[in-house]
């Protein structure tokens, strides 16, 4: 990703060090089962969570997978990655999961064109939860580039 691209991406998720709920945004406690939520070799994340340096590595761990699974699934976006269109498909496949299902806006973007690709972003449902974000990232493909979007 650019460096305007991961710092809007930072911001957009927010930075939580401890685990909690991605709809309430509520923090996560002891659970039903009376247990704690814990990952690797028994770490607390309800009560010790992780630290800001842990969560830079996690997220860029998360990045580079994504990119991989991008290169493999769309071969035409291998050597675009660091501009402003490529940060725009690799968000909207850290938060929804599946880019895959942008089919037009994928269509769009393969054939380098911006203006398409912004619309076919804004029409989709990802954009209706969560307009303000999906507007940022709109104007960022109409501008070509961060400083109009943020």
């Given amino acids: 990703m650019t460096p305007l691209g991961l710092a809007r991406l930072q911001l957009d998720e927010g930075d939580a060090l ?53 290169n493999a699934t769309f071969p035409w976006l291998t050597g675009r990655f660091n501009t402003v269109p490529t940060d725009v498909i690799t968000m909207v496949h850290y938060n929804t999961g599946n880019v895959g299902n ?24 990802a954009a209706r939860q969560l ?8 104007d960022a493909l109409i501008f070509e580039n961060w400083h109009g979007s943020t």
């Fill in 102 to 125: 942008f089919v037009l806006m994928l269509a769009a973007a393969k054939k380098s064109d911006w203006k398409t690709m912004a619309f076919e972003l804004m029409d989709s449902s």
């Fill in 131 to 138: 307009p303000s974000r999906y507007q940022r990232m709109h």
């Fill in 18 to 70: 401890l685990v909690y709920d991605d709809k309430s945004g509520r923090p996560v406690g002891q659970l039903p089962s009376g247990g704690w939520p814990t990952i690797g070799y028994g770490r607390n994340l309800a009560t010790n969570g992780i630290t800001a340096d842990e969560a830079v590595y996690l997220l860029n761990n998360s990045l580079l997978r994504i990119e991989n699974q991008l």
